[in-house]
């Protein structure tokens, strides 16, 4: 066998040989445009142009590579690129190992450095300062709805939301001990709430044990014989403890949404490809005036902009005021974009622009 072998494996040795090279003047090329982004202030990190290139490799791919191995590639070959452009901090709503720490990881790949953060209060403080480049926190879950948090610090925050990240949420049952031995579950109690069915079925004697984090669930399951924890698989890696059982959600489409946060805004990824958020107060107008929701929505809707997301939140100043949060198709800099929010200013007194990003992660 080992001689049939040898001259095919000699040519995956010449490709890859070629594909050393061609990645190292992939970089060098970024390098430079490193150095040109420094010296314009331009953002290192841009999303508009990482949702280009995986578009176009994917258009390009006639082979029996699927399109999302070429993806996963040029997640670490970008990521390359950012920490040779510049070394980029990316803050994450910790603790590690997380969900968001997950998400973190799908985005920015293996070459730059992560920083756990406490909430996300102290994740916008952290790009505000400059302590990090940027950060990302969860921002909505399919079947838990927004993190309110998240809404209420932009109100005072100038930074802007550069991109968009969704991530398929799927518990496992992690445990150095094997399922019929498992008398305890640990895990934060969203996780468990989703696992509830699978759990009832297969370990009905086990007693659920709330924990902080589902991180830290596993932690305490690795040092006690006989319990489990309920985690993502990126935890049962961190902390080492062994998968017992993959998929344990009883739904299997639960998303979560999250948001990169940076101190400068990203481009237009063009095509309608683009998604917008705005914070938009009526003032005492939503309270006195009939119809003023409506009035709200009436300049996106006649300019043929799609309204994806409305929430309010209280606006905390006064009872009854709110701020609304939408989310519309486009970019910022797009005309009918530009003519709507002009023509929403001449009766809201706050209209502010939280960022535009690529609608596909
Ligand atoms: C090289 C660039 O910088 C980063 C790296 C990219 C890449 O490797 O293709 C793309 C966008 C940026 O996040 C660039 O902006 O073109």
Redesign the pocket.
């Known amino acids: 066998m080992d001689d049939a072998l040898a001259p095919i494996r000699q040519k995956i040795d010449a490709i890859d040989r070629e594909f050393v090279r061609l990645l190292n003047e992939?970089l060098e090329?970024?390098g430079e445009?490193?150095k040109v982004?420094r010296s314009s202030g331009g953002s290192?990190?841009?999303?508009e142009?990482?949702d280009a290139?995986l578009r176009k490799v994917c258009s390009w791919n006639d082979g029996p590579i699927k399109d999302e191995a070429l993806r996963a590639i040029y997640r670490e070959?970008?990521s390359a690129?950012?920490a040779l452009?510049k070394a980029t901090k990316i803050a994450y709503l910790g603790p590690e190992a997380t969900n968001t720490h997950a998400a973190a990881i799908k985005k920015f790949g293996a070459s730059v450095d992560y920083e756990s953060i406490a909430t996300i209060a102290d994740l916008f403080t952290a790009v505000e300062k400059g302590e990090a480049d940027y950060a990302v926190i969860p921002i909505e879950n399919s079947t838990e709805g927004s993190v309110r948090e998240a809404l209420d610090n932009f109100v005072e925050s100038d930074l802007k939301i550069v991109a968009q990240i969704y991530l398929e949420i799927s518990h496992a049952l992690i445990s150095n001990d094997s399922p019929e031995k498992i008398t305890k579950v640990y895990s934060k109690d969203q996780a468990l709430a989703q696992c509830r069915n699978w759990l009832q079925r297969h370990l009905p004697h086990a007693q659920l044990v709330d924990a902080p984090s589902t991180s830290r669930a596993v932690e305490i399951a690795k040092n006690e014989p006989g319990a489990a924890a309920v985690a993502g698989e990126l935890a049962a890696q961190f902390h080492e403890v062994p998968v017992q059982v993959h998929n344990i959600q009883d739904k299997s489409d639960n998303t979560t949404r999250f948001f990169v946060l940076g101190k400068k805004p990203a481009g237009s990824a063009g095509d309608g490809r683009d998604m917008t958020s705005f914070l938009i107060s009526l003032g005492d107008q939503a309270a006195s005036h009939s119809g003023a929701l409506l009035k709200m929505l009436m300049p996106l809707a006649e300019r043929g902009i799609n309204l994806s997301k409305i929430e309010s939140r209280p606006s905390k100043k006064r009872p009854w005021d709110y701020y609304f949060f939408v989310d519309v198709s486009g970019h910022y800099t797009d005309l009918n974009m530009k003519a709507a929010l002009k023509e929403l200013s001449t009766f809201c007194p706050m209209v502010k622009w939280l960022g535009s990003y690529p609608v596909v992660s």
């Open positions: 992939r090329l970024a445009i490193g982004k290192i990190y841009a999303s142009r990482e290139v070959i970008m690129a950012i452009e």
